[in-house]
């Protein structure tokens, strides 16, 4: 049975913490904002797309109390948090509240311990190696399909020069003067040059308002524009 987790990249084991329970498979609440209309049977529910944070907590021991102060600081991040039983997937998070080792450790060389993480709702998918999961489109239209239960928010770098008009399923986008190329953050919603050293937000058009998204299943993704060189798209799978 898996006993460990892996946080900001580094392994509970390196630091003499094992994990004796993980807990039950969590999925986040949606957001959803009850009313009372006067006459009507029932609240209206209005729902704005977005889903809450839970919280997720693994019970662990310490066998070494030498690594008390690293455990500290290692725990005090916020980052990609991978549980032993669910390797392929990780949450981004970080801790509830710290931990009073004082307490754990006092009068006895192992203890038993909760660690409570403060999570953002989705499972993002694990890559085994950086990058596996990209996309690399250099014909139109191609189809990308996402293996997740939830929408992504991909990272879309266009290489090329002149204008193009990009199509994500229904969703479009306009890039005016590649010079040479844009990355396009969906997730946090911002534009860049190739180096990612100043914006082009000005230079990209959301025909839509909002910044594509993949959506579970077949996604059609055609530009026009002859001077479009290569299109990687960072899909960031994930689930709920």
Request: hydrophobic share 35%.
């Amino acid at each position: 049975m898996p006993d460990w987790f892996k946080f900001c990249g580094k392994s509970c084991k390196d630091y003499g913490v094992t994990v004796l329970e993980f807990p039950p498979l969590t999925t986040s609440e949606e957001s959803i904002t009850s009313v009372t209309v006067p006459g009507r049977a029932g609240d209206l529910e209005i729902r704005d797309g977005s889903y809450k944070s839970f919280e997720l907590t693994l019970t662990c021991y310490i066998a070494d109390l030498s690594n008390v102060a690293k455990i500290a600081a290692w725990l005090s991040a916020r980052g990609p948090l991978i549980l032993g039983n669910m390797p392929d997937r990780y949450y981004i998070a970080r801790m509830t509240e710290p931990v009073e080792f004082e307490q754990i450790v006092r009068g006895r060389k192992q203890r038993r311990f909760d660690l409570p993480f403060w999570c953002q709702p989705f499972r993002y998918h694990v890559e085994q190696v950086e990058g596996e999961d990209d996309a690399i489109l250099t014909s139109s239209p191609e189809t990308v399909q996402n293996p997740g239960t939830y929408k992504s928010e991909p990272r879309i770098k266009i290489e090329g020069t002149g204008n193009v008009t990009l199509t994500i399923g229904t969703q479009i986008l306009e890039v005016e003067d590649l010079d040479g190329g844009v990355i396009i953050d969906c997730k946090i919603k911002d534009c860049f040059n190739l180096t990612e050293t100043a914006l082009r937000n000005s230079s990209v058009t959301l025909i839509d308002d909002d910044f594509p998204t993949l959506q579970p299943g077949a996604n059609i993704i055609s530009w026009t524009g002859t001077g479009v060189t290569k299109i990687t798209i960072t899909p960031r799978w994930r689930d709920l």
